[in-house]
C-alpha cells in the first residue's frame, strides 16, 4: 500500500502513474478537495478538517512494506519507526538514520521563524530535477517491497 499526504503533494500523478504500472493500491489522504481517481487501485480518504487529522490517520495505518509519501517531517518520524518506507516529493528517503535530525531541523528553523516574524523566504521551489529524483525513488522503494515479498 502506497498512503500520499495529499494535500499539497505535488507529485500524486505520478503516484498513480507508477501504483498502476505495479498493481499497488494507493490511499490519497486529504481534507478534500481532490477529485477522485478512476483508476481502481487509487483510494481517496477524505478525512476531517483539523490540524495533522490525515497525518495521524496515514501514521495508524502505516506498517512494514508500506510506503509513505510526504513532506511532513513529524508525519516521517511516526512512519518510520512503523517499518514504512518514507520518500518526499523531492525523492530524498526518510529513514531511521536521518529522520531524527530533518525533525530537529525543522523545530529549530520553526523556532527561528517565530523568533522574527519579519524573517522571510523559505523553501526551495519544485523542480524537474526533484520531480526524476522522486519518480526514482518510489520505483526503487517499490522494487524493495516486493523483493522482501
Given at each position: 500500500?502506497?498512503y ?10 505520478e503516484?498513480?502513474?507508477i501504483a498502476?504500472r505495479h498493481k499497488?493500491e494507493v490511499?490519497?489522504?486529504c481534507?478534500?478537495g481532490l477529485?477522485?481517481?478512476q483508476?481502481p487501485?487509487?483510494?481517496l ?8 487529522v ?13 510506503v509513505?509519501?510526504t513532506?511532513?517531517?513529524p ?10 518506507i518514507v520518500?518526499?516529493?523531492n525523492?530524498?528517503?526518510?529513514t531511521a ?5 530533518a525533525?530537529?531541523?525543522r523545530?529549530l528553523?520553526?523556532d527561528?521563524?517565530?523568533a522574527?516574524p519579519?524573517?522571510q523566504?523559505?523553501g526551495?521551489?519544485f523542480?524537474?530535477a526533484d520531480?526524476?529524483?522522486?519518480l ?5 522503494a517499490?522494487?524493495?517491497v516486493?523483493?522482501?515479498?
Open positions: 500500500m502506497i500520499v499526504d495529499a494535500d499539497a503533494c505535488p507529485v500524486k500523478d503516484v498513480e502513474r498502476t499497488t490511499a490519497m489522504v481534507n478534500g477529485r477522485p481517481s483508476n487501485l487509487i483510494q480518504v477524505i478525512v476531517p478538517e483539523g490540524p495533522d490525515a497525518d495521524m490517520w496515514i501514521a495508524d495505518r502505516a506498517q512494514t512494506g508500506d509513505v509519501i513532506n511532513d517531517i508525519l516521517a518520524a511516526k512512519c518510520v519507526p512503523a517499518g514504512a520518500i518526499k516529493s525523492g530524498e528517503f526518510l538514520a536521518n529522520v531524527g535530525n525533525l530537529a531541523t523545530d528553523m520553526t527561528l521563524r517565530a522574527d519579519f524573517r523566504g523559505g526551495k521551489g523542480t524537474k520531480r526524476s529524483r522522486f526514482n525513488a518510489l520505483e526503487d517499490l522494487r524493495r516486493k523483493r522482501k515479498g
